[in-house]
């Protein structure tokens, strides 16, 4: 029988790209919440475990002396920042308290427990960011994970703080990701405002979803013995290597699309905060947050230039026939992530 490995929030995002990807290696158990069991099980097939309020202390307790798991990736969260905002009670019984408990019970059991935190830590204005850098969160999204970082070390001194970049890729049961709101606006040929000085470093979310297994497993190395392999721990950042900013990903989608690049409009998140351009957003949003993820990289890490991550997301038939999809030559800055995505 091979390990459990127990990932919160399978339904999203991440957890979808993770539960795929464990299947080969891990007894995948899984967890989410307002999913209907019917729906989840019609995407994923069956989900052991399934569903539960990871804010409710006891049914989180019942849950792992359950399943006693091997390794825990935990990714269930609010993630919508202006939801936060609004909400920050809320935010703070999932993001903050629910991460600390469930590490606090994986202490007991003594096995990995992978804490999903964001780049959002970072205000913006220190870029790139390494993990000894301290965090300097601008919303309450941020705050929370920040917290709950402190929060879960404190708990469990080996549990591993995995700091994820923006992530690529399209969302299951029906739910439209950043990426899948993106692109569907750029191929009906919608003009779109991007930040351009939203410079973050992205990787797809399957990527990010290995190189998380990665850390489950045996801390990169190829066999998923938890029991018999050095374990990483401690704040890891898992970014891509290329630096680019949310108007260069809109470029990038429009150049492998063949479409008007023209689609993409820059903006600046400066010029919102100074209120010269108004948005609906209500969480303060921040400007570059690229993460400088040589730890990772230097243990076996290694995400594909972030190109060919996007090439992978955007099938052939989607590309326009009549258009020119090599990359222009100013676009070469963005793929060795040139200074000029920097600012
Ligand atoms: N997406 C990104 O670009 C990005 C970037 C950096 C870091 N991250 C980190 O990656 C993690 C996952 O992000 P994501 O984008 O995959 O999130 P997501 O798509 O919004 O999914 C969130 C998951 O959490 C579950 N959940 C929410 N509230 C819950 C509760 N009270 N009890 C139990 N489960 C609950 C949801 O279940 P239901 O759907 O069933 O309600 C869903 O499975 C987060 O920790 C986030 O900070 C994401």
């Given at each position: 029988?091979?390990?459990?490995?127990?990932?919160?929030?399978?339904?999203?995002l991440?957890?979808?790209?993770?539960?795929?990807?464990?299947?080969?290696?891990?007894?995948?158990?899984?967890?989410y919440?307002?999913?209907?069991?019917?729906?989840?099980?019609?995407?994923?097939?069956?989900?052991?475990?399934?569903?539960?309020?990871?804010?409710?202390?006891?049914?989180?307790?019942?849950?792992?002396?359950?399943?006693?798991?091997?390794?825990?990736i935990?990714?269930?969260?609010?993630?919508?920042?202006?939801?936060?905002?609004?909400?920050?009670?809320?935010?703070?019984?999932?993001?903050?308290?629910?991460?600390?408990?469930?590490?606090?019970?994986?202490?007991?059991?003594?096995?990995?427990?992978?804490?999903?935190?964001?780049?959002?830590?970072?205000?913006?204005?220190?870029?790139?960011?390494?993990?000894?850098?301290?965090?300097?969160?601008?919303?309450?999204?941020?705050?929370h994970?920040?917290?709950a970082?402190?929060?879960?070390?404190?708990?469990?001194?080996?549990?591993?703080?995995?700091?994820?970049?923006?992530?690529?890729?399209?969302?299951?049961?029906?739910?439209?990701?950043?990426?899948h709101?993106?692109?569907?606006?750029?191929?009906?040929?919608?003009?779109?405002?991007?930040f351009?000085?939203?410079?973050?470093?992205?990787?797809?979310?399957?990527v990010?979803?290995?190189?998380?297994?990665?850390?489950?497993?045996?801390?990169?190395?190829?066999?998923?013995?938890?029991?018999?392999?050095?374990?990483?721990?401690?704040?890891?950042?898992?970014?891509?290597?290329?630096?680019?900013?949310l108007?260069?990903?809109?470029?990038?989608?429009?150049?492998?699309?063949?479409?008007?690049e023209?689609?993409?409009?820059?903006?600046?998140?400066?010029?919102?905060?100074?209120?010269?351009?108004?948005?609906?957003?209500?969480?303060?949003?921040?400007?570059?947050?690229?993460?400088?993820?040589?730890?990772?990289?230097?243990?076996?890490?290694?995400?594909?230039?972030?190109?060919?991550?996007?090439?992978?997301?955007?099938?052939?038939?989607?590309?326009?026939?009549?258009?020119?999809?090599?990359?222009?030559?100013?676009?070469?800055?963005?793929?060795?992530?040139?200074?000029?995505?920097?600012?």
């Amino acid at each position: 029988m091979p390990p459990k490995l127990l990932i919160t929030g399978a339904t999203g995002l991440l957890g979808s790209h993770i539960l795929r990807a464990a299947q080969e290696n891990w007894h995948v158990v899984g967890t989410y919440h307002r999913t209907a069991r019917r729906q989840a099980q019609y995407f994923f097939g069956e989900i052991d475990h399934g569903r539960i309020d990871l804010g409710d202390y006891s049914e989180t307790k019942a849950m792992i002396a359950d399943v006693q798991p091997a390794a825990v990736i935990h990714t269930a969260a609010i993630t919508d920042l202006d939801y936060c905002e609004k909400y920050p009670d809320d935010s703070q019984r999932i993001n903050l308290n629910a991460a600390i408990d469930l590490a606090a019970l994986c202490s007991d059991l003594d096995v990995p427990f992978i804490f999903t935190s964001a780049d959002l830590v970072f205000d913006g204005a220190g870029a790139p960011y390494t993990e000894d850098d301290p965090p300097t969160p601008i919303n309450v999204f941020g705050e929370h994970r920040a917290l709950a970082e402190e929060g879960i070390l404190a708990a469990y001194a080996d549990a591993v703080i995995a700091r994820l970049p923006l992530l690529i890729g399209y969302a299951s049961l029906g739910r439209e990701s950043f990426y899948h709101k993106l692109v569907s606006s750029l191929r009906n040929e919608q003009e779109v405002t991007l930040f351009g000085d939203a410079v973050r470093t992205p990787v797809s979310a399957e990527v990010a979803a290995r190189g998380l297994l990665q850390i489950a497993g045996s801390g990169f190395e190829d066999d998923v013995n938890v029991l018999e392999t050095e374990r990483v721990v401690g704040r890891l950042h898992l970014g891509g290597r290329d630096r680019i900013s949310l108007y260069e990903l809109g470029l990038l989608t429009l150049r492998i699309l063949g479409l008007n690049e023209r689609l993409a409009v820059p903006v600046s998140v400066l010029d919102t905060y100074a209120g010269h351009f108004q948005t609906h957003f209500l969480a303060a949003r921040s400007a570059n947050v690229a993460l400088d993820s040589s730890r990772a990289y230097d243990l076996g890490y290694d995400p594909p230039a972030f190109r060919s991550q996007l090439e992978d997301l955007l099938p052939e038939a989607w590309r326009a026939p009549d258009h020119d999809n090599e990359p222009s030559d100013d676009f070469q800055s963005l793929d060795d992530a040139g200074d000029s995505t920097d600012d």
